[in-house]
């Protein structure tokens, strides 16, 4: 009898629970060139940031650096689990991989894929987990459009049409100032603003202004950059000058914080099952084009709202309609192929190219955030590629989401 139960013990031990069969979460404590990130370090953060430094930069901002807190919801809305991870093959310069093949190449930090609720793939590396709050970079642009669109429902902004300095008084009789809230999401103000990220750029000049404690603060820097280079809304020019504004008349027109609108009026309603966590300058504002530190799956909840054109079970958060013209083009210099180049752009968001409406959230080193509102699918994707742009294997994301697309829709 004895021999008896300890069989039955030994058998429970090493069979296979059902639900290790479901696409659960795989935790790598490694990655592609782990060393270079300082692994045998435990993944350091610090500055200044060296490749070294990336993987704990982006995924424990906190420590470097001060943050307002965005408040999670209540109750955590859960997601479903597929039963099995999705085996995925798309096909890439001529040659056939899957999910396992990506990420033994790429610097990925948080790999997410969700059909409208259901979890189909995730996967975490470098030792990070699914309580990291990952860095977006410039995905919080298309966040702060959100809020744009909230604002202008609540009368907060009366017209997309308005002029910036219609809310930001200390912007009055500047060129940026003059220019309409509908340009500034658009990537379009005219002004001559230069953004390549070599630190010596416009951008960095913007970034000292507001991060550092002698810097003149938002309002003045964005003064600063006062010479038109084309009428507003006629070019697209990437800047992270126009979404600063953004964030200057979200904070003027709704008396808050970003981070407290962004809580209020998006964040607790989406079922968030952690806190967020947004940079604040040096002058106490949240730079609205980049900085928001987000966890995996509270990121796939965000796709999940865009994708449903911003309603959450039954509940508008988002008016449609605004999601509908953010995320579509506007105008010929704004499609796809155009001025953006591969990509257009809508509202401070990037529109795939394609017969149907597809979107994606990009942030520099990598974080990307796909949509697709047809069929409801949603990749996340976190990174710590060494360059802030031009990799040259990047490419391979938007093969990888192609080939999910056809297997899963059929289109």
């Not at 704990?56 to 209540?74: D, I, P």
């Not at 919080?140 to 017209?159: D, H, N």
């Not at 002058?283 to 990121?299: I, K, S």
């Amino acid at each position: 009898m004895r021999l008896i139960v300890l069989a039955a013990i030994l058998v429970c031990a090493v069979a296979p629970s059902p639900s290790l069969a479901e696409a659960l979460p795989v935790f790598n404590p490694s990655g592609p060139n782990a060393e270079a990130y300082g692994s045998a370090e435990g993944y350091p953060a610090g500055y200044p940031q060296t490749q070294r430094m990336l993987v704990g930069n982006f995924s424990h901002y906190e420590s470097v650096s001060r943050t307002r807190n965005v408040a999670r919801a209540a109750t955590p809305a859960k997601f479903d689990r597929a039963p099995a991870e999705i085996d995925l093959h798309y096909t890439f310069r001529g040659e056939t991989h899957t999910i396992g093949d990506y990420l033994s190449r790429h610097p990925t930090t948080g790999f997410l894929i969700i059909k409208d609720n259901t979890i189909l793939s995730e996967h975490y590396q470098y030792g990070r987990t699914e309580t990291d709050k990952f860095m977006s970079q410039s995905m919080s642009k298309t966040v702060a459009s959100m809020l744009v669109g909230i604002a202008v429902s609540e009368g907060r902004i009366k017209s997309l049409d308005d002029q910036a300095a219609t809310y930001v008084t200390g912007l009055a009789d500047s060129e940026i100032g003059a220019t309409p809230i509908r340009a500034l999401l658009h990537m379009a103000s005219g002004i001559k603003f230069r953004e390549v990220y070599d630190g010596h750029d416009d951008a960095a000049a913007l970034n000292n202004a507001i991060w550092s404690r002698n810097g003149e603060g938002a309002v003045a820097a964005a003064r600063r950059f006062n010479v038109r280079e084309a009428p507003p809304d006629t070019v697209w020019h990437y800047k992270g000058l126009d979404t600063e504004t953004i964030g200057l008349v979200l904070k003027e027109a709704t008396g808050e914080t970003l981070a407290d609108y962004l809580s209020e009026k998006i964040w607790r309603r989406i079922g968030t099952e952690s806190d967020a966590a947004w940079a604040i300058d040096a002058h106490g504002q949240e730079p609205a084009f980049c900085c928001l530190n987000v966890t995996l799956r509270d990121w796939g909840r965000l796709g999940k709202l865009l994708a449903h054109d911003g309603n959450w079970n039954g509940e508008q958060i988002i008016p449609k309609d605004y999601v509908i013209a953010a995320t579509t083009p506007s105008a010929p210099f704004l499609n796809p192929g155009r001025g953006a180049g591969y990509y257009g752009y809508g509202y401070q968001v990037w529109l795939v190219p394609g017969s149907a409406r597809q979107f994606v959230l990009i942030g520099i080193h990598g974080q990307m955030l796909y949509i697709d509102p047809v069929s409801k699918l949603v990749l996340v994707h976190t990174a710590v590629r060494p360059t802030p742009t031009a990799d040259p294997m990047a490419p391979e994301l938007g093969a990888l989401w192609r080939g999910l697309l056809l297997q899963e829709s059929g289109g």
